[in-house]
Structure formats: structure tokens, C-alpha cells
């Protein structure tokens, strides 16, 4: 079945950095696009940031843009969010996620706190 698993979130100064990992498995990771999404408190789910099969192509949030870059490694099945200069509005849960024949899988999250 499809498994995806981020790790790397925890509690950041404002200006410093984090890099999210995603392992995925169940299914031919190098055939599909992959994203990460963030949830806010009282917020819906924004799309952060998504990727090519083979990493050419990437676009990204504009509030985001310039600071967080996404990557992706098909060799070991693993998607990547590197986050820079972050900011306290950077705070939420962190999901990667892939749409495969139409229906969506998620992650469990991972907590990102951007705090003094």
C-alpha cells in the first residue's frame, strides 16, 4: 500500500532553516509528481510546493518563493523541502502528498514551528 512518512519539522528560530524529508514507498515513485502542502491552525491546507517526476520542473507558493526549495531523490524514493530564512508564518503541519490515479495520499505530518 502506499506509505508516504515525513520527518525533519521541529521548533526553529525566525531566520533559520529546516530541511523536511518524505520516504515513500507502494507505489513507482519516479512516475509521479509529488507536492507538499501546510495546515495552519484554523487554516486550510495550502499547497506549498510541488515537483516533476524528475525534478525539472517545480513551482512553489509565493510566499514561499526564493526561501523554500523542493527536491527529490528517485533513487531512494524521497521527496525533500528545504526551508530557509523562515519566518513565524511559517508555523504548521507540514504533509507531503501524491495523486496517484486520482486519488490523493497523505503523510502524517510533520510539526514546523518557527518561534523565538
Known amino acids: 500500500q502506499v506509505q508516504l512518512v515525513e520527518s525533519g519539522g521541529g521548533l526553529v528560530q525566525p531566520g533559520g532553516s529546516l530541511r523536511l524529508s518524505c520516504a515513500a514507498s507502494?507505489?513507482?515513485?519516479?512516475?509521479?509528481?509529488m507536492r507538499w502542502y501546510r495546515q495552519a491552525p484554523g487554516k486550510e491546507r495550502e499547497l506549498v510546493a510541488r515537483?516533476?517526476?524528475?525534478?525539472?520542473?517545480?513551482n512553489y507558493l509565493d510566499s514561499v518563493k526564493g526561501r523554500f526549495t523542493i527536491s527529490r531523490d528517485n533513487a531512494k524514493n524521497t521527496v525533500y523541502l528545504q526551508m530557509n530564512s523562515l519566518k513565524p508564518e511559517d508555523t504548521a503541519v507540514y504533509y507531503c502528498?501524491?495523486?496517484?490515479?486520482?486519488?490523493?495520499?497523505w503523510g502524517q505530518g510533520t510539526q514546523v514551528t518557527v518561534s523565538s
Open positions: 502528498s501524491a495523486r496517484i490515479w486520482s486519488t490523493d495520499y
Open positions: 507502494g507505489f513507482t515513485f519516479s512516475s509521479y509528481a
Open positions: 515537483i516533476s517526476t524528475a525534478g525539472g520542473y517545480t
